[in-house]
C-alpha cells in the first residue's frame, strides 16, 4: 500500500538470523569418512539386450550408402537417351510420392 504520493511503506525489521557453526574437518577426518564411505561403483557397466540392438543397428545404417548408385545411374542413362531432364524429375517424384 501506497502512504502518500507515491511513497512506499516502510519496510519491516527482519528477525535476527541465529548464528550457526559449521563443524571444522580436517583432511585427515575426511580421507578416513571417505574410507568408511560406500564402495567406489564399479567401471564396469552392462548394457540391456535393447541397447545392444540398438548399436548394431546403427552401426548398419551408418554403413548404408545415402544414395542409391543405381537410381542414379538409370536417370543418368535416361536424360542421356532423351537429352532432357524434365521427364526423369517427374518420374523420379512420382515413385518417391508412392514409395512414402
Known amino acids: 500500500m501506497v502512504n502518500g504520493p507515491g511513497k512506499l ?3 519491516l525489521p ?3 538470523v541465529p548464528e550457526t557453526r559449521r563443524p571444522v574437518v580436517s583432511p585427515e577426518s575426511k580421507r578416513a569418512a571417505k574410507d568408511e564411505s560406500a564402495p ?8 540391456s539386450a535393447q541397447v545392444i540392438e ?4 546403427a552401426a548398419k545404417a551408418a554403413s548404408i550408402p545415402e544414395s ?3 537410381r542414379i545411374e538409370e536417370a543418368r ?3 542421356n537417351s532423351q537429352g532432357d531432364a524434365s521427364a ?5 517424384a512420382e515413385k518417391l ?3 512414402s
Open 97 to 99: 510420392l508412392t514409395e
Open 54 to 57: 540398438l548399436r548394431s543397428l
Open 14 to 16: 527482519l528477525p535476527p
Open 68 to 70: 542409391r548408385p543405381d
Open 88 to 92: 526423369v524429375n517427374a518420374r523420379i
Open 9 to 11: 511503506p516502510e519496510p
Open 40 to 47: 567406489e561403483p564399479a567401471a564396469k557397466v552392462t548394457l
Open 77 to 79: 542413362r535416361s536424360i
